[in-house]
T-cell receptor, first 116, second 113 residues
Framework: DAGVIQSPRHEVTEMGQEVTLRCKPI?????LFWYRQTMMRGLELLIY????????DSGMPEDRFSAKMPNASFSTLKIQPSEPRDSAVYFC??????????????FGSGTQLSVL | AQSVTQLGSHVSVSEGALVLLRCNYS??????LFWYVQYPNQGLQLLLK??????LVKGINGFEAEFKKSETSFHLTKPSAHMSDAAEYFC???????????FGAGTTVTVRA
């Protein structure tokens, strides 16, 4: 398996623009997570899905952020409008249903977002 | 609620020396504990995890960690550092059978030749 695939690897945009980050989880995994990593706050869980359904979005910072999972093989994280303080590395991760006991969280390589 | 504190944001060791990364947790229920490693420009990879059972857990690349409930600690060690161990290391905690990991701030390890 190719692992968790994120695109783009790097995104540079101007304040006010819409940004869409994409993630393809590992086939067969039914949990998908979006994390944000910054120097100031470390790794923060933004939202996670189970079987394509958002389960907990309490980490989403504000209404400018939205996430969708239209099918088992694709998820997006959208920021509209973007602001400089959104600059961070955004990670997608996936796991199987037995994560808590036997499996592990697989991370993508991340998207480095810079909002100017 | 769960939280993790990693003591020391940077650790520098000589090649061949002991690596010790400290992690203390706070949890209202018996926790599941994890150590992840992040190499530059890559995602996180699981080093090891503790769920139940034996409190000394062995992971990949020669790392191990010991769960000490009385000290609420889960320190990571490796007897002999290698240059390839230079990376950032994250301790994480979750409630049992939950899917929400809470990560520490991370510790960056540099290895001197």
């Amino acid at each position: 398996d190719a692992g968790v695939i994120q695109s783009p690897r790097h995104e540079v945009t101007e304040m006010g623009q819409e940004v869409t980050l994409r993630c393809k989880p590992i086939s067969g995994h039914d949990y998908l997570f979006w994390y944000r990593q910054t120097m100031m706050r470390g790794l923060e869980l933004l939202i996670y899905f189970n079987n394509n359904v958002p389960i907990d979005d309490s980490g989403m910072p504000e209404d400018r952020f939205s996430a969708k999972m239209p099918n088992a093989s694709f998820s997006t994280l959208k920021i509209q409008p973007s602001e400089p303080r959104d600059s961070a590395v955004y990670f997608c991760a996936s796991s199987s249903r037995t994560f808590a006991t036997n499996e592990k969280l697989f991370f993508g390589s991340g998207t480095q977002l810079s909002v100017l | 609620a769960q939280s993790v504190t990693q003591l020391g944001s940077h650790v520098s060791v000589s090649e061949g020396a002991l690596v010790l990364l400290r992690c203390n947790y706070s949890s209202s229920v018996p926790p599941y504990l994890f150590w992840y490693v992040q190499y530059p420009n890559q995602g996180l990879q699981l080093l090891l995890k503790y769920t139940t059972g034996a409190t000394l857990v062995k992971g990949i690349n020669g790392f191990e960690a010991e769960f000490k409930k009385s000290e609420t600690s889960f320190h990571l060690t490796k007897p002999s550092a290698h240059m390839s161990d230079a990376a950032e290391y994250f301790c994480a905690v979750s409630p049992p059978n939950d899917y929400k990991l809470s990560f520490g701030a991370g510790t960056t390890v540099t290895v001197r030749a």
